[in-house]
């Protein structure tokens, strides 16, 4: 005689009841987290301060399975983002190590950071070793002088 086919027992069925009940709420929840969230950025935004720490800056995985950033760190319009300062800094000294751009940038930019924007021009070819420090290259005098440009080259190739 055949076997039966296996059938999920209680302890799964009222796990995956629990999780599907959990998931609904949570759609059902998060248009108004999200409201939350921008309201909270706003309000940073207008007194200049942080309302709740960086690494709270979120991400969400709608239904599609798409990920969206429901944070809104961004710059003031009109300030140069650190790979520009950065730029900036080897334009005008020829030369630089990383603790000598971030007292140059003075912004409390921390020198871990730069590290970063460091790899990130070594890779795009901004920048080159120089000694203990770094130089930029005409790539990257380029990039300097004329913000933007690179990103438009990519687009049109």
């Known amino acids: 005689m055949p076997e039966a086919a296996p059938t999920p027992s209680i302890v799964e069925s009222i796990f995956s009841g629990a999780i599907a009940e959990i ?30 720490p960086r690494a709270a800056a979120r ?38 190590t990383i603790p000598e751009i971030a007292k140059a940038i003075d912004d409390d930019v921390s020198p871990n950071y730069l590290y970063r924007v460091r790899d990130t021009s070594l890779k795009d070819g901004l920048i080159e070793p120089d000694g203990n420090g770094f130089k930029i290259t005409a790539k990257g005098r380029s990039e300097h002088e004329n913000p933007g440009s690179a990103g438009e080259e990519q687009a049109a190739a």
């Open 59 to 96: 991400t969400s995985t709608a239904t599609s399975g798409t990920t969206r950033s429901t944070g809104t760190r961004r710059r003031a319009p009109g300030q140069p983002d650190r790979k520009g300062q950065f730029l900036a800094v080897l334009a005008e000294r020829g030369s630089a």
């Open 23 to 52: 998931d609904a709420k949570m759609e059902e929840r998060r248009p108004a987290y999200e409201e939350f969230l921008e309201l909270q950025d706003a309000k940073s935004r207008l007194t200049g301060t942080s309302a709740r």
